[in-house]
């Protein structure tokens, strides 16, 4: 069985950083890109990010562009978001999933694996 399970969430002040690290277990990492989502309490699901380890390229939400990083390591089987210049509006409880195949989208309905998430908290 697919799973997937995300780490390093946190408190921390508006401006700061943080590393978010999702280990995937039961399915390759390659052959299928990775995406990074946020629902903030009261709100949809969000896309953050995106992977395409095929190609190479990335994709990031308007909101974040510029401020975080997705990448991957390939021997730990984990995929990070790096976050940087955080912002209060980025309070949510973040989630990644793999994708069904190796194109992934801003749709979650397209991935079929989700981790149980991980809260993070930004104040001002």
């Known amino acids: 069985q697919v799973q997937l399970v995300e780490s390093g969430g946190g408190l921390v002040q508006a401006g700061g950083s943080l590393r978010l690290s999702c280990v995937v277990s039961?399915?390759?990492?390659?052959?299928?890109?990775m995406g990074w989502f946020r629902q903030a309490p009261g709100k949809e699901r969000e896309f953050v990010a995106a992977?395409?380890?095929?190609?190479?390229?990335?994709d990031y939400a308007d909101s974040v562009k510029g401020r975080v990083t997705i990448s991957r390591d390939n021997d730990k089987n984990t995929v990070f978001l790096q976050m940087n210049n955080l912002e209060p509006e980025d309070t949510a409880v973040y989630f990644c999933a793999q994708h069904r195949g190796p194109w992934p989208t801003k749709d979650p309905a397209e991935y079929p694996y989700w981790g149980q998430g991980t809260q993070v908290t930004v104040f001002s």
């Open positions: 039961g399915r390759a990492l390659n052959g299928f890109g």
């Open positions: 992977g395409n380890w095929n190609s190479g390229d990335v």
